[in-house]
């Protein structure tokens, strides 16, 4: 994999995994192929040629490649899954799971531990999940420290209070061997493998070993981890179904994120339900939808022995060998055929087109929704956007605009007068940013700061109007100006993209999505703005002049003249006789007018 490569005739027609770059280096897609030079070989056709649009996006930003080879198409595919969760390409489907859903991980310690998480990591740990619900995962996982006396300290310095009331085995004073705590932690990662039936069956055979060997202070442990199990199960309400483990899928989607439901029946019993989002699918098939989900969710949530889709997958053979094999027996995937199962099926997917529905009323609150996306570090409450407005650099002006809570605070907002010489809107946008950021650099050296109050707000975030280039002006000058704790984000308007510092690729919402459609209106608001008063230098300067000392001309008379010629300059060119047709003036006021003109403008002439 150390080679970069650039030509896919150079790619040996084995199978395995290819890995794309953009020319910084960032993993930007990762597939696998039976055949590695045939696979890739297609991505290297005209633009017009490629299969869909996303594929067209891709190629632009692509820069090389490299491969891994594997043995089998099956040990591509795993390999593939985990590049993808480990990677997160910008142009893979993902599932919306490290940042956004909990894990349960059990620990790779001599006594391992059971916590919950949101990132995955290399570390030869157990993981669960995801689960949709932080409260069930955080309730699951102290029902399997009580239950199976799992230390919850950090460090085993000592007796805790949770070995005072019982609730703790206390390896850390040799109250319980590694071989027994290890007993207890594989019973409980059966439970979180959703096998409640098979634990049962281990306890009781524990159970029993320990009152054969007079243990009865153990074997009344194994009781009551037992009881507790059953009256868990009692609990949940019980499906015409068999006594089998599945899980049902159900998957409903819009042009960008795909919602999917996965009803997970143990033992003949409802055991939870699962909401999880997949972002990036624009350009994806259902069936293509379908398959990367089954990949991803599936190397590390718990496998049943049946799972039900709709419809058929690709790779339906060589994903259900996989399966197979980490779970040690056949697994099957099956297509929804008979009343029932289309019925579950029915029920999974209304719930999915729910969940995607409350998907998108969640992106109702913009500012949130900036805060994920663009990685803030605070709620972006104050937001500030500039705009430059000139006529090939001649009475050139900035406004700032500032939204707070979503909304236009227009008593903040600000107007500037360019001293840069132009056309320049860079440099125009450099003296703008430096003019306002000056004042809240931690290197400013007046002693009192600006009395506007206003100006020395630190904004939660400030919005470029542009992409890279633009951006990157602005990293400069809070660079310049020592600022480091306030956010940057450019909006290209060509393809409405974000930004970033320190991120090649743009980050691109969904059009519909109210946090664009907030920054669309920062920067349009910001255009106004500066229009708005651009517009109004520009009329002073052009109304100011000698038509204000002419005796006679007020204000009426000067909009009459200015009316009927369009402009200053015309006005100096008209002859007497053109004057004297403008409403309002009278043949000795238009000699007034003309004559004055006339002098004014062999003064300028002689200066």
């Known amino acids: 994999m150390s080679m970069k490569i650039t030509d896919p005739n150079e790619l040996p027609k084995k199978p395995g995994v290819y890995i794309m770059h953009n020319s910084d280096d960032e993993i930007i897609y990762v597939g696998k192929a039976k055949k590695l030079r045939n696979r890739v070989k297609s991505y290297f056709r005209d633009e017009d040629k490629l299969d869909r649009p996303k594929t067209q996006v891709l190629m632009r930003h692509f820069a090389y490649l490299e491969y891994i080879l594997t043995d089998t198409e099956k040990e591509a595919l795993i390999l593939e899954a985990n590049l993808i969760k480990r990677y997160m390409p910008h142009y893979n489907i993902s599932l919306k799971d490290g940042k956004q859903y909990p894990y349960i991980k059990i620990t790779k310690d001599e006594f391992p531990r059971i916590l919950i998480t949101r990132s995955l990591k290399n570390d030869k740990a157990s993981y669960y999940g995801p689960y949709t619900d932080a409260t069930n995962a955080r309730q699951f996982i102290d029902f399997l420290n ?102 049902i899928i159900g998957i409903d989607h819009n042009d960008q994120e795909a919602a999917v439901v996965i009803i997970s029946v143990r033992n003949g019993k409802t055991n939870k339900k699962d909401d999880l989002i997949l972002k990036g699918i624009n350009g994806f098939s259902d069936k293509e939808i379908l398959t990367e989900f089954i990949k991803q969710y599936y190397s590390t949530a718990p496998i049943p022995e049946q799972i039900i889709i709709e419809d058929d997958i690709e790779d339906a053979d060589i994903i259900r060998e996989w399966l197979s094999d980490k779970e040690g027996h056949k697994i099957k995937i ?127 975030l400030v919005l470029i109007d542009g992409g890279k280039g633009q951006l990157g002006m602005a990293v400069e000058v809070f660079k310049e100006l020592n600022i480091t704790d306030v956010p940057l984000v450019g909006l290209a308007k060509k393809f409405e993209e974000l930004y970033v510092p320190g991120r090649s690729e743009p980050i691109v919402l969904p059009r519909r999505s109210t946090a664009l459609q907030l920054l669309q209106y920062v920067r349009d608001e910001s255009h106004r703005f500066a229009i708005t008063f651009h517009r109004t230098i520009r009329g002073k300067a052009f109304t100011k002049s000698v038509l204000d000392d002419i005796p006679g001309v007020g204000k ?32 000795k006021l238009a000699k007034t007018i003309y004559d004055t003109l006339q002098n004014d403008r062999k003064k300028d002439k002689n200066n």
């Open 146 to 247: 009580k239950n199976f006396k799992i230390r919850t300290c950090k460090n085993m310095d000592g007796p805790c209070l949770n070995y005072q009331i019982k609730q703790c085995s206390a390896p850390c004073i040799n109250k319980i061997s590694q071989k027994e705590y290890n007993r207890n932690i594989r019973r409980a990662k059966l439970l979180l493998q959703g096998r409640y039936k098979k634990t049962i069956k281990k306890l009781e055979k524990d159970m029993k070993h320990y009152s054969k060997n007079l243990e009865f202070e153990k074997a009344a442990m194994v009781r009551d981890q037992i009881e507790t199990i059953k009256i868990t199960l009692e609990k949940q309400n019980i499906q015409p179904t068999k006594d089998v483990d599945q899980d």
């Open 334 to 460: 099956n297509v929804a055929e008979d009343g029932h199962y289309l019925t579950l099926i029915k029920i999974a997917k209304k719930n999915a087109h729910i969940s995607l529905t409350e998907n998108t009323k969640e992106e109702e609150n913009p500012l949130l929704t900036l805060e994920q996306y663009l990685n803030l570090p605070r709620l972006p409450y104050h937001i500030e956007g500039f705009d430059i407005s000139n006529i090939s650099g001649i009475y050139a002006v900035a406004s700032m605009v500032v939204f707070e809570n979503g909304k236009p605070a227009k008593n903040m907002y600000r107007k500037f007068k360019m001293n840069t010489p132009g056309p320049n809107d860079f440099a125009m946008m450099r003296e703008v940013l430096t003019r306002r950021y000056s004042h809240i650099s931690p290197d400013y050296q007046e002693d009192v700061k600006n009395p506007d109050d206003s100006i020395n707000i630190r904004p939660d």
């Open 556 to 587: 009426k008379r000067k909009q009459a003249l200015l009316t009927h010629f369009k402009s200053l300059d015309a006005i100096y060119d008209a002859s007497l006789e053109e004057i004297e047709e403008v409403n309002g003036i009278h043949k």
